[in-house]
């Protein structure tokens, strides 16, 4: 397991994904930015604000689109899911925080898909930290960390009810 | 007594009634309720959440606008509802509503919603499918007699705290029949978990149930002495055929005594809201003027109804409250 | 035939009528007891019936068991009770509302088994409490006495004319009171409890104005009154101050009724719904005190069978009763233990009461009475099972109580009629 005191530094990380992603909205400027809840949103928000075009920010929350509902049941903050704008035919970034099974990938695309057709949804990833269980891979993605399954990788924002929150990682054994 | 509507760990696996529930369960209940709102919001009504899973609405006594609301509730959530109409299907053929109950396991039931003019029904579909160990099936009370209308209760609740924030310090009455009256009962108990200040029940001696102040209400037989400082006013539906009789001589004369109008009201607390379960007997226990003014949110109720129903469904199949 | 001689060796006799407890042989000779503690002379016993460690009581008589219908199967239950003498109402199926019914019944109950059976005929036709029924006839043809089954004729006229009747021909009246309207779509007792669980009531003033109509008829006609299965206290009080008064008045409680009361309901358990229903915790225990001070006479089983599919369906629409004989003495001796009553005293209600409210003798040891014998174990604590049961009713609210006392052996007639396997 890294060290946790080497994790890099989430901050930076996200200046270098918008970094990545600014040709893609100079290609095509209708491009929306969808976050997936809680950590994909802010990242989500700070690239739109790092870009110069400042595109509209979308959130999705898949609790109601998990494949372990019957397991797991329903997690008790459900957020409201806002998808600012008609995706139908638009492109779509979707922005999530860490990549590792790919389920949160594929629930938060089937409820995408259920309020319109996107022309097309590319993932962009702060942290793709492998151990994959499903055909999904990150289009853009800033740290590719490979980590043991009883790793906990989690982002988090302090104060977290601030927008200019400080990003950072940390690192638990589960 | 173990609660029939929890398993042995305190979680809830079935709705049978608002009394037994934690104030951390309902409020659990109405959280959840509120991130279902959003989804009857979108073009796309529907989310993954029971699908593959059969939605039984079995209704002993006919209500129409009830079982539609658990179905669109149960198809919101992608589950496949089927209707049955008990009243006029297999109990007229002398089949015992247990054995309809093990029928509908057979074809593989993942939850019944029961509606029946006895109370403590659901109660004995529950006893009876934890006798036979069929505890995967849940089932959600939609009206058992005068008992509980837990699902309404919650709807109610939901309303209350959408209008007023919290339940500290509320003044709520119940005003009318309350004797019959399931939807009374049902808001009663989770007024008093959720810790209003004062539950008041307002009505003639005869509509009123013996000893109802063990649950925690005032009665009140004058209509301005129970609505006074109130934040809330429900008005309860009056059968038809409750209106003449032994109980009340006349409709009129009920309208005269306990109809809510704009002049009674202002012993109300100035923002007092005004709730009904429906449907409304307009000029009877409430005046038109009263029922379409912005302080009636009747309809708001009938919208957040699906979003609870909703709510209570994923609870339930997801493991519980 | 040739004299057959019992001897019951090394119980504890216990004889409520005359207060005798001690341990003593019992001697039956002809179907009659012969002797009590010394061997009668030139006595020799054909069966010797082994009492060690058993109480030796007279056997029971059950002033309410509804065993018309399965007649067979419930005079096995009521030997595996212990009860060796019982009334059986007329609200069975069909109504016990002619003579040849009644014979019937009884001349049934002869055939098979040395049960005494006491039918209680109707009061009206059909229990409809429109038309008198044939109460001399009825007399006549073995019945007890006569009722209106639960509760009283709606007409009050019809009451009074029946009660002139009845005390024309000197039949007894059994009634359960509850006056009509009030008691008619109810379903629980009156109170808070009923209000939470949204159950249609029965107010207790169903039961104070039936007896205070009766009482005040009784006055009036003359009719000799017995109340059956009275359920509250305000019951007990007019019972008592009638008796006081002077009225030769008797009455009766349900034996589940020492022991339940409304919140046994619990969650809609339709095996708790009875008629009378079960009422509020003062009213229980003014019933317990009423037993324990003679206000109230006897104790019944008010054993009624019911099948699965009248039990197992929601509480308002479940058949009223319960089994109830083969827990009759063990629920009795419970009540006596709860309020530590002698043995002697315990049993009185079930035996000699019982039996001088029958106007029969029975329900005592005595020398030349019919050998009716109950030899229990005052220490077994069995818990009451479905499968335990002979009753063709298997339900009652007290499935999965462990009860003490337990019945081995009967006689009746002189005849071991039961032996514990």
Redesign the interface.
């Known amino acids: 397991m890294p060290d946790l005191k080497k994790l890099p530094d989430a901050e930076q990380q996200i200046m270098a994904l918008a970094e990545s992603l600014r040709p893609v909205f100079e290609r095509a400027p209708e491009t929306v930015l969808i976050g997936v809840f809680t950590g994909g949103v802010w990242i989500a928000e700070r690239i739109s604000q790092l870009l110069p075009s400042h595109p509209p920010v979308g959130s999705v929350d898949i609790s109601f689109y998990r494949d372990d509902f019957s397991e797991r049941g329903l997690s008790p903050n459900v957020q409201p899911t806002t998808v600012p704008l008609d995706i139908a035919g638009k492109p779509v970034i979707l922005v999530d925080d860490v990549l590792y099974t790919g389920r949160t990938t594929r629930a938060a695309l089937n409820e995408l898909f259920d309020y319109g057709r996107p022309s097309t949804v590319q993932l962009a990833v702060l942290a793709d930290r492998g151990g994959r269980q499903l055909p999904i891979a990150a289009d853009f993605c800033a740290w590719r960390v490979s980590l043991p399954e009883n790793a906990n990788l989690v982002l988090t924002r302090t104060p977290v009810d601030d927008p200019k929150g400080q990003l950072t990682w940390s690192l638990d054994d589960a | 007594?173990l609660?029939?509507q929890l398993d042995a760990d305190g979680n809830l696996i079935h709705l049978l009634s608002t009394?037994g529930l934690s104030k951390e369960q309902l409020t659990?209940l109405l959280?959840?309720g509120a991130?279902f709102?959003?989804?009857s919001d979108?073009?796309?009504k529907?989310?993954?959440?029971l699908r593959g899973k059969s939605v039984f609405n079995l209704f002993f006594e006919n209500s129409t606008r009830t079982r539609t609301t658990f179905e669109i509730a149960a198809k919101r959530l992608s589950a496949d509802v089927i209707n049955l109409n008990m009243s006029t299907s297999s109990t007229a053929k002398g089949e015992?509503?247990?054995d309809t109950v093990d029928n509908l396991c057979a074809m593989h039931a993942d939850m019944f919603v029961v509606r029946?003019e006895?109370?403590?029904?659901p109660?004995?579909i529950v006893?009876?499918l934890r006798r036979t160990g069929r505890n995967d099936i849940h089932v959600i009370n939609a009206g058992?007699?005068?008992?509980?209308h837990p699902t309404q209760g919650l709807l109610d609740m939901y309303t209350i705290r959408h209008y007023k924030g919290d339940f500290e310090g509320l003044n709520v009455a119940l005003i009318g029949d309350i004797l019959h009256s399931?939807v009374a009962?049902s808001d009663i108990h989770a007024l008093k978990t959720l810790g209003a200040a004062s539950i008041r029940v307002v009505g003639p001696q005869t509509l009123i149930?013996?000893?109802?102040?063990?649950?925690g209400v005032e009665v009140h037989r004058d209509l301005e002495s129970g609505l006074k400082d109130c934040d809330v006013v429900i008005a309860l539906r009056l059968q038809r055929e409750r209106m003449t009789g032994a109980l009340l001589p006349s409709a009129t004369e009920f309208h005269g005594l306990y109809g809510l109008t704009h002049e009674r009201l202002k012993a109300a607390k100035p923002d007092a809201i005004v709730m009904h379960p429906g449907p409304m007997n307009r000029g009877v226990e409430i005046d038109s003027a009263v029922a379409d003014s912005p302080r009636a949110v009747i309809l708001p109720q009938v919208t957040f109804g699906i979003a609870m129903r909703m709510a209570v469904m994923?609870?339930l199949?997801?493991?519980?409250a | 035939m040739k004299t057959h001689n019992i001897e019951i060796r090394g119980g504890r006799v216990v004889d409520p009528a005359s207060q005798f407890d001690d341990t003593a042989s019992v001697f039956i000779s002809d179907g009659k007891i012969a002797s009590i503690g010394q061997t009668p002379a030139g006595f020799k016993a054909d069966q010797v019936v082994d009492a060690n460690g058993l109480v030796v009581a007279p056997g029971l008589v059950d002033l309410s068991a509804r065993i018309a219908g399965n007649i067979d199967a419930e005079l096995e239950a009521s030997v595996a009770g212990g009860v060796t003498t019982l009334a059986c109402p007329p609200d069975v199926d069909p109504i016990i509302d002619e003579p040849e019914l009644a014979e019937r019944i009884v001349r049934h109950a002869e055939d098979v088994s040395q049960v005494r059976v006491l039918p209680v005929g109707a009061m009206t036709q059909g229990l409809a409490g429109t038309m008198l029924a044939e109460m001399s006839l009825l007399r006549d043809a073995g019945c007890i006495a006569v009722s209106q089954g639960r509760g009283l004729p709606a007409d009050t006229k019809v009451l009074l004319r029946a009660l002139q009747y009845a005390a024309s021909c000197d039949v007894p009246v059994w009634l359960q009171p509850a006056e009509y309207y009030l008691s008619k779509d109810g379903i629980a007792h009156d109170s808070a409890w009923s209000s939470r669980l949204g159950l249609s009531a029965i107010p207790v003033a169903a039961e104070t104005m039936a007896m205070q109509n009766v009482l005040s008829l009784a006055w009036e006609t003359g009719a000799r009154i017995h109340f059956t299965q009275i359920s509250s206290a305000e019951g007990v009080a007019l019972l008592r101050a009638a008796q006081d008064d002077g009225l030769p008045v008797t009455g009766d409680v349900a034996v589940h009724a020492l022991h339940l009361y409304e919140q046994d309901i619990g969650y809609f358990d339709p095996l708790a719904r009875f008629d009378p229903p079960l009422r509020g915790f003062e009213d229980r225990e003014a019933l317990r005190i009423g037993l324990a001070e003679g206000t109230l006479g006897a104790v019944v089983s008010a054993h009624t069978p019911r099948g699965v599919d009248v039990k197992r369906v929601p509480f308002a629409e479940a058949a009223p009763g319960a089994t109830g004989i083969e827990l009759l003495l063990a629920l009795t001796l419970a009540w006596g233990e709860s309020l530590s009553l002698p043995l002697r005293r315990s049993l009185l209600p079930v035996t000699a009461k019982a039996a001088e409210i029958l106007g029969i003798d029975a329900g005592q040891i005595a020398v030349g009475q019919r050998a009716d014998l109950v030899l229990f174990d005052p220490d077994a604590q069995w818990t009451v099972q479905e499968s335990d049961l002979r009753s063709a009713g298997k339900l009652t609210p007290f499935l999965g109580r462990t009860l003490q006392g337990r019945v081995m052996k009967t006689l009746a007639g002189g005849q071991l009629v039961y032996e514990r396997g």
């Open positions: 007594m609660d029939p009394e659990r959280d959840t991130s709102i959003g989804v979108r073009d796309m529907k989310v993954p959440l015992t509503l247990l029946h006895s109370s403590g029904a109660h004995l006893d009876h058992d007699g005068r008992h509980s399931r009962r149930p013996t000893d109802i102040e063990a649950l994923s609870v199949a997801g493991g519980g």
